[in-house]
């Protein structure tokens, strides 16, 4: 089955400290994985995607395929940082997405 | 608008009631997403149009929901005797292309509560 596990509802570290967002995947296929960001107040809205293996907002994430993993990464968080984390798979042409249940990042001052 | 657009942004009805979302893509987007959003919950897809046709409806729960896109553009998301578990924030996204690019252009939701 295809599936997205977000093991943590809620990740609380204080501003400058080094963060890690947890992503497992489980899927037979090729994966296409990505991670969506929503702000307080604003809709939902792309973060990253592995294909292009950037960095935005000093997060980066990496896949591997031996861990099914694709965990989000910044090295210092910043208050700005605070919003709710979508993992999120890519299973077939067309776009769909199987989203994880989320997690809340809490970056405190 | 640039975005996205969503109607209404919030419906109270009743349990048995018809209900109707609407959903306005980002213009020349060909693909259009519908999402629900239960409290706690990651997005979960319900169904996927290229252009005027369902690509893949899997993901509706069960024959009281449907959804049109008879131009291409608009989408309404239906929904037939509504049930309190119907609940949730249902979102609609839209993206350029059927490339497998993973980039949906989420709409602000409209969020349904059945009585």
């Known amino acids: 089955a295809q599936r997205v596990t977000q093991p943590e509802k809620l990740l609380s570290v204080f501003k400058g400290a080094p963060v890690e967002l947890k992503c497992n995947y489980s899927y037979s296929g090729s994966p296409e994985l990505f991670w969506y960001v929503q702000y307080s107040r604003q809709r939902l809205q792309l973060l990253l995607r592995h294909i292009s293996r950037e960095s935005i907002k000093g997060f980066t994430a990496d896949l591997n395929k031996g861990e099914t993993s694709f965990h989000l990464k910044k090295p210092f968080a910043q208050e700005e940082d605070s919003a709710m984390y979508y993992c999120?798979?890519?299973?077939?042409?067309?776009?769909?997405?199987?989203f994880g249940q989320g997690t809340e990042l809490s970056v405190k001052p | 608008g640039a975005g996205v657009s969503q109607t209404p942004s919030n419906k109270v009805t009743e349990k048995g009631k018809y209900v109707e979302l609407r959903c306005d893509p980002i213009?020349?987007?060909?693909?259009l997403y519908w999402y629900r959003q239960s409290l706690g919950q990651g997005p979960e897809f319900l169904i996927y149009?290229?252009?005027?046709?369902?690509?893949?409806d899997s993901g509706l729960p069960n024959d009281r929901f449907f959804a049109v896109r008879p131009e291409g553009s608009v989408s309404t998301l239906k929904i037939q005797r509504t049930e309190r578990g119907d609940s949730a924030v249902y979102l609609c996204?839209?993206?350029?292309?059927?490339?497998?690019?993973?980039?949906?252009?989420f709409g602000e939701g409209s969020r349904l509560t059945v009585l």
């Open positions: 999120a798979l890519s299973v077939a042409q067309g776009g769909k997405l199987i």
């Open positions: 996204a839209s993206s350029l292309n059927t490339g497998n690019t993973g980039e949906l252009f």
């Open positions: 213009s020349g987007h060909t693909a």
């Open positions: 149009f290229q252009g005027t046709g369902a690509a893949d």
